[in-house]
């Protein structure tokens, strides 16, 4: 198989009919009145969201902007609102710094400089506000992860990546990129670095150690069974760093999985109670 | 027997689970088929149940004949037509052995079943895991000519449709639930098994989203010379209706003559050397 670009390129127009049905479909046969999704103003949720609306209309597809102080982004904002306005879907915004002050206050273990922790608080606190509209409002949490975080498990667990459903988690970034262009998401919002903004300064392809455009092309690698060694060659990358990514990738499984228990009884969550989703 | 026969390629959504909600659509488009003059009317694999199941699949199954097949066999007697569907079949003899099957209803009522041969157990298929394999091929003489019965990957082992063709079956129909990424294995695969058998291919596709796997649609009949007679749209319901004519073989037959140039010693040897693969 030859690990050039070209593979991640897909046919955009399907692509776009298949997460549109599937978005369609499932809050058809859910009997949800819509979807809402946390808006970061980046990417991933950005091409969602536009995917919602275009799907099953802006008027059923919310948006929530939940910034906080520290990481606060005027352009991330602006971003977002560009978005809502050229795809017509509604959004609120809400300002969850006292919400991160009450958690950071009242925790005793609580350390400020533990960035990592800190900013997990704040991916679940989102968590909570958009499963409480979505609750309130009878409407699906419909999740912007794609593949790249997904396998890297670059995420929060129970936060960002909480959701009903994940219309583009199938979806390497590169390829979320090209998706948003095909759909006409602004250019801005495409390329600008992307971020999970848990702390200031924070960039995802540099605490990844890696280019998205290179990860993409590992992940595919290992998604259809190469051996590291022939994705580092045809990459003209180290064999390291291939086996850095690769490991990532395995040692993240819990992340994307049911909590594992120990097997007790004759069926058992997560491992052979097997069941079919109940909506048709 | 029947020398021309207007075949219906129903290519429907199932809803999980609900037999009796699949057995109200199968009775719609029957009789929708029935009012544009099709005989024969396919369904796609597994569409009385739905094709993901997972543990349910022991509820779902039931013995055949049993009820399902007797209330689409009185359908099939009321409309005068043949139908096939896909079940699941528990067995008589056990209480949780189940098999993949396609069920050929008459204007009699039922006629044959065909147990699936090739059970796929790999990316998103786990059907291995549920069902028993079939161990034998099925061909049965209906007034409508030689139909033959396979399903889905069986099409991938060409030695599935070479015998159901050398037990006579002119027409093969090939029930499915294949998602869309797999198009295109399909349709190389419908157009080759129809050429190198010399035989019609109804091939009758599911579409519909179950547990996030788009099945594909695009079923299509195939001539004996690997022409697509007619083809149902992609990824949404469809009823499409083809004519057969037999008499098309026997030109074909003569141009390029597959089965008179079978040569069996090479059957032999290919056992002894798949089973040193």
Redesign the interface.
């Known amino acids: 198989m030859e690990l050039t670009p070209r593979v991640l390129d897909l046919n955009w127009s399907e692509v776009e009919t298949k997460v549109k049905r599937f978005i369609t479909d499932y809050v058809e046969k859910s009997g949800a009145e819509g979807v809402v999704l946390g808006l970061s103003g980046g990417v991933d949720s950005c091409t969602t969201a536009a995917l919602s609306a275009l799907a099953i209309g802006g008027d059923k597809v919310f948006g929530l902007l939940l910034p906080e102080q520290e990481n606060y982004n005027t352009k991330d904002v602006e971003h977002v609102k560009l978005v809502a306005e050229k795809f017509g879907f509604k959004t609120e915004m809400i300002d969850i710094t006292p919400t991160l002050e009450a958690f950071y206050n009242s925790i005793p273990i609580f350390e400020t400089t533990d960035k990592l922790c800190k900013g997990n608080i704040k991916a679940r606190a989102r968590m909570i506000y958009i499963y409480y509209y979505a609750n309130r409002l009878d409407i699906l949490v419909c999740g912007g992860s794609d593949k790249s975080e997904t396998m890297m498990g670059y995420f929060t667990k129970w936060g960002d990546v909480a959701a009903d459903i994940s219309p583009i988690m199938d979806l390497y970034k590169t390829q979320v990129r090209k998706l948003a262009q095909h759909i006409g998401v602004p250019k801005e919002i495409i390329t600008k670095p992307a971020t999970p903004a848990l702390w200031p300064g924070q960039l995802a392809e540099e605490e990844l150690g890696i280019k998205y455009e290179i990860l993409d092309l590992i992940l595919y690698g290992l998604e259809h069974f190469m051996k590291t060694e022939e994705i580092a060659q045809q990459l003209g990358i180290k064999k390291e760093l291939v086996n850095k990514m690769k490991h990532r990738w395995l040692s993240m499984e819990h992340k994307r999985r049911m909590p594992l228990t120990t097997k007790i009884q004759y069926r058992t969550m997560g491992a052979d109670f097997r069941l079919p989703s109940t909506r048709h | 027997m029947k020398d021309k026969v207007k075949v219906a390629l129903a290519q429907i959504s199932c ?4 037999k009796a909600a699949n057995i109200l659509k199968i009775e719609d488009k029957v009789t929708k088929a029935k009012q544009q003059g099709a005989e024969l009317v396919i369904f796609p694999e597994l569409s009385l149940t ?1 094709y ?5 699949v022991y509820e779902l199954a039931e013995t055949i004949p049993g009820y399902s097949t007797t209330v689409l066999g009185k359908l099939a007697k009321k409309t005068d037509t043949y139908i096939v569907f896909g079940m699941p079949e528990l067995s008589e003899k056990t209480q949780a052995t189940v098999y993949n099957v396609a069920v050929l209803l008459g204007p009699d009522g039922f006629i044959g079943k065909y147990r699936k041969m090739y059970l796929p157990t790999h990316s998103v298929f ?1 059907e291995k ?1 549920y069902f028993r394999p079939g161990y034998q091929t099925a061909v049965f003489e209906t007034e409508l000519g030689k139909i033959g019965l396979i399903i889905c990957y069986d099409i991938f082992f060409p030695e599935v449709s070479r015998l159901t063709r050398l037990k006579g079956a002119q027409l093969i129909v090939c029930i499915s639930a294949s998602p ?1 990424t797999r198009r295109t294995f399909f349709e190389t695969l419908t157009a080759a098994r129809a050429i190198e058998n010399t035989a019609f291919l109804a091939y009758v596709n599911l579409v ?5 796997l ?1 099945f594909g649609g695009g079923s299509r009949l195939v001539g004996p010379n690997g022409k697509v007679l007619v083809k149902a749209k992609y ?1 949404e319901e469809d009823l499409v209706i083809g004519e057969i004519n037999y008499a098309d073989i026997r030109p074909t037959e003569a141009f390029v003559p597959i089965l008179k140039d079978l040569r069996p010693e090479l059957f032999d040897k290919l056992k002894e050397t798949a089973e040193k693969l």
Do not use: N, V
Request: charged share 55%.
């Open positions: 809803k999980r689970g609900d739905g993901t199941m997972r543990d349910r786990e895991r869309a519909g989203i179950e547990d996030g788009q990824d």
